[in-house]
């Protein structure tokens, strides 16, 4: 088992900056690729960032050149710096890990982002 626990949210002005955490507790060796995921009234969750355990990263156009994900393995925490916000990046941002078992994966409670124009 592996508890994902995010940490960071807030409410932010259009242009400014926020870091999001998530830890990850329990069987943390089986995590293979983390990323984050966030989700508005109404819509489907959808893929903000990927990193893979060695550093891999993939992102969503529509944050690309804003937003930079991390992650120490040592410390069993993923980040996401998010710079130059904008309004339409207000949701609740989730955190996720797959696992080397594939049908096995993780999701964090989220945490809520509110950038205000």
């Known amino acids: 088992q592996v508890q994902l626990v995010e940490s960071g949210g807030g409410l932010v002005q259009a242009g400014g900056s926020l870091r999001l955490s998530c830890a990850a507790s329990g069987s943390t060796s089986i995590i293979a690729t983390m990323g984050w995921y966030r989700q508005v009234p109404g819509k489907q969750r959808e893929l903000v960032a990927v990193?893979?355990?060695?550093?891999?990263?993939n992102y969503a156009d529509s944050v690309k050149g804003r937003f930079t994900i991390s992650r120490d393995n040592a410390k069993n925490t993923m980040y996401l710096q998010m710079n130059n916000l904008k309004s339409e990046d207000t949701a609740v941002y989730y955190c996720h890990a797959d696992t080397y078992f594939s049908s096995t994966n993780y999701w964090g409670q989220g945490t809520q982002v509110t950038v205000s124009s």
């Open positions: 990193i893979s355990r060695s550093g891999n990263t």
